[in-house]
Every structure is written in C-alpha cells, then in structure tokens.
C-alpha cells in the first residue's frame, strides 16, 4: 500500500510483483478535494467516496463507484473521470479477509514505521557511511519485526 510515485511503483512490480498493492484510501479521500469544483459538494463527495470505501465487499464498492461515476458525470466531468480511474486502485483491499480491511487500507502502518526510523536515526546524527546507516537502519526493521512476531498480533490469518 502506497501511493502512486511511478518510481515505486516500477520498483514494486519488479520486486513483489505477484504481491497485491493498492492505494491508501485516506490520501485518495484527500486527493479528490482538487477535482471537486465547488466548495458545497466536498462534504457529499467524501460522503460518496467513504461508502465506496466502506462497501461490504467488492461487487458492491464497484456499484457504489459507477453509480458516484454517473452521479458526478454532468455537474463535475473531471471529478467523474478522476474517480473511475483512481478510486479502483483503493479497492484491493476487498482481497483481504473482511476482519484485516481496516488495518490496511491506509498507509498508517508505513508512516509509523518511517517515523520510528527516522527516531532512532536521529539520534546518531552523522554516519560514517553509508553501510553503517544501512546496518542501524536493518537492525531497527528487524527488532520491529521479532516484536511484530512475539507480541500482539496485528493481523491474524487462522482467525479470519
């Protein structure tokens, strides 16, 4: 889960190709106030969007989209078209067992950890170079990982 930076995304389809990825629906949400042309209808678009987002599954988020496609079709062309083509990249979620939707269908998790990085990064100040970054920043990445595997389960395949 990302956003679309096109240099990512090459990266991610060269390395994890076969692994599902979508856009984080917070920043799509967010990303529609610019294609919205007047002030008035941000709230009913976020409305709109938020329950193609919340869909009990695919097949209904999907209806949802072409119905809010259509709605938007006349009063707000390029709203229209913006979201036929990027809120389908916010739906992969629907993929994913119903109990593990919420947990990863923002970038929440990513952010977290860029943010934990960049604390204990800090504290060094000045690396010598640049393996030495990469050694601090590795073993950082693993002990989240072991907490991740002997702590709390964040997403629990044998129960859903």
Same mark, same amino acid.
């Given at each position: ?32 106030? =610019? ?7 941000? !709230?009913?678009? &976020? *409305?709109?969007? %938020?329950?193609?987002? @919340? ?30 083509? =990027? ?7 629907? !993929?994913?067992? &119903? *109990?593990?939707? %919420?947990?990863?269908? @923002? ?54």
């Amino acid at each position: 889960m990302t956003q679309r930076v096109p240099r990512l995304q090459a990266a991610r389809r060269a390395v994890f190709g076969g692994v599902p990825w979508q856009r984080c629906q917070f920043y799509l949400q967010q990303n529609a106030g =610019a294609y919205v042309p007047r002030q008035d209808q941000r !709230a009913e678009v &976020a *409305a709109d969007i %938020r329950a193609i987002f @919340t869909a009990l599954n695919q097949h209904e988020a999907e209806a949802l989209l072409a119905k809010t496609v259509q709605k938007y079709a006349k009063t707000a062309p390029r709203l229209s078209t913006w979201l036929e083509t =990027a809120i389908p990249e916010g739906l992969t979620v629907f !993929a994913f067992p &119903a *109990a593990h939707r %919420r947990l990863v269908r @923002t970038t929440n998790s990513v952010e977290r950890l860029n943010k934990e990085i960049r604390r204990r990064t800090r504290v060094v100040s000045i690396f010598p170079n640049e393996a030495s970054c990469l050694r601090l920043v590795s073993a950082i990445l693993m002990e989240i990982s072991e907490e991740w595997e002997t702590g709390k389960t964040y997403l629990a395949f044998d129960a859903a």
